[in-house]
């Protein structure tokens, strides 16, 4: 079966005052019709650059440079001229982007930016009828009084209204595969937990698949069929998300593991925190781009970039040690199930010396 998207060696960099710097550098994944892709990682690990270039909004060369293949339906879309790329861009494939009150108009009504949306890809369309259908998709997304509503500007919306209205706006041409870029990002936790909700029924209904970018694992946890960890534009970790929750096997997922507030953590406890901070991108390590902040280094870490170690048909890692990460997390969890003691329980546990 033919996925629908396939990702093939994505690089991208951006040229600067001392050349190209790279962001995302060798990616590759699928993804299936009516699945859900979660990709994490921390700011700056190229999350939203990789989902910038399937969409192909990335500046035009020489500001840019995307080399790779992007197969949609097993067509390369680096490679569609620009006409047809639009006949895709916003009906087939749609994007919700990070900041709603950005990415709205300011100077134009929500009506009529929802309108727009669906004439430019249906011509045939009447006024009324695109206009019938937009207030429908406003209801839908759960915007009260949407013909009132309607009438008014972006400013006159909540962050989490205005992040209902480009749901809404994305959803109108019914796209095969939604991208959303951070769709929760400065909204508060109940708001959070409705928007999610209200992308996994939308999906439900229509069979769409989704890419959920985020650097959140407690979001991507509920609605992802399949995780990959990112980290300075690289592939750390991909996997189910039953897999990758039960047996995280990169030390970098284990810290963004570890990172998560948990409740019952005692009162006065700090938080934990991954040390250091993510490379410049014009000063990549030559080996592991991780492993100036991993406790598990070793020597042939900062010499050599890890090649793909296969754990399952459905579980890859990049790391020299991931066997013994595994092993790691296996002996942690056997005491509590499926808990992952060595992730969750916060200790400061060093592990074990490896072999250089």
């Known amino acids: 079966m033919t996925p629908l998207l396939s990702i093939r060696d994505l690089r991208v960099a951006f040229k600067t005052d001392d050349g190209y710097v790279t962001a995302v550098d060798g990616l590759d994944y699928d993804l299936a019709a009516g699945e859900t892709l979660g990709i994490v990682g921390e700011s700056g690990s190229g999350k939203s650059v990789t989902n910038l270039a399937v969409m ?48 709205l108009n300011p100077f134009l009504r929500i009506g009529t930016q929802l309108v727009e949306m669906l ?36 400013h006159e919306f909540s962050g989490g209204m205005r992040q209902r209205v480009m749901i809404a ?3 109108l041409n019914d796209p095969e595969l939604l991208i959303a870029d951070e769709p929760t990002t400065a909204l508060d936790v109940t708001i959070q937990a409705q928007i999610l909700d209200l992308l996994r029924d939308l999906q439900a209904e229509r069979e769409m698949a989704i890419t959920l970018i985020t650097h959140d694992l407690g979001v991507v946890a509920g609605m992802a069929n399949h995780i990959l960890v990112m980290y300075s534009g690289k592939v750390m970790e991909e996997a189910s998300a039953s897999e990758l929750f039960a047996t995280p096997s990169h030390p970098y997922t284990i810290g963004l593991m570890r990172s998560i507030p ?15 901070r993510p490379p410049d991108l014009d000063q990549r390590p030559v080996g592991c ?3 100036p902040r991993c406790d598990w280094a070793r020597d042939v870490c900062h010499r050599e970039h890890p ?22 997390v296996a002996a ?23 072999a250089s």
């Open 262 to 276: 948990r409740p019952d953590l005692p009162e006065g406890k700090r938080l934990f925190s991954i040390p250091g």
């Open 169 to 171: 706006m994305m959803l």
């Open 332 to 354: 942690g969890t056997a005491s509590e199930g499926a808990r992952p003691a060595f992730v969750l329980e916060g200790t400061q546990a060093t592990p074990p010396p490896l």
């Open 56 to 103: 192909r909004l990335l500046p035009t060369p020489p500001a840019s440079r995307t080399q790779g293949r992007i197969l949609f339906h097993g067509e390369d879309l680096l490679t569609l001229p620009t006409g047809e790329l639009r006949r895709i861009r916003g009906r087939r494939i749609a994007m919700i982007f990070q900041d709603p009150m950005t990415s």
């Open 119 to 154: 004439r430019v890809h249906n011509a045939k369309l009447s006024r009324k009828d695109a206009t019938a259908r937009a207030l429908a998709m406003l209801e839908r997304v759960g915007i009260p009084a949407a013909a009132t509503r309607s009438r008014q500007y972006p």
């Open 307 to 328: 090649g793909e170690t296969r754990l399952s048909p459905t579980h890859r890692v990049f790391c020299w040690a991931a066997e013994d990460v595994r092993a790691a």
């Open 289 to 291: 781009p991780f492993a």
